[in-house]
């Protein structure tokens, strides 16, 4: 994509993310996070989720975490992305977190419980 001089958008650097999430390549997900960084749109809500979903899937909850706290606005998705990260080893935080949808007036979905 880069190398024919094509720029990529939050969506198709939603989908990369997605893939190397489902994958688990950390490394390849953490650069597409640098590139993310250098486009400016590593809080942008769409990429911003796809980060949070592919350091989750990858175990990294820490950086998920970091990725949350810096975005200005948050949704379902990317609450349930950082919900699935937290459920297996820290069901706690999982909780707080579906509570702080409920303050922010954001209703949790089938995905958030499945999570």
């Not at 190397?20 to 749109?41: F, M, P, W």
């Not at 942008?44 to 989750?56: E, H, P």
């Not at 579906?98 to 999570?115: A, Q, R």
Request: aromatic share 6%; hydrophobic share 45%.
């Amino acid at each position: 994509m880069n190398l024919d001089g094509v720029v990529p958008d939050e969506v198709s650097l939603a989908s990369i993310l997605s893939a190397c999430g489902n994958i688990k390549v950390l490394d390849v997900g953490q650069q597409l996070h640098c590139l993310s960084v250098k486009l400016g749109l590593e809080t942008n809500l769409f990429a911003g989720s796809s980060l949070i979903d592919m350091y989750s899937k990858c175990g990294d909850i820490e950086d998920a975490q970091k990725i949350y706290s810096r975005m200005p606005e948050r949704s379902v998705v990317s609450f349930n992305a950082l919900i699935a990260g937290y459920a297996p080893k820290d069901i706690k935080e999982a909780i707080s977190l579906i509570h702080e949808m409920l303050i922010l007036g954001l209703w949790p979905s089938e995905i958030t419980f499945v999570s």
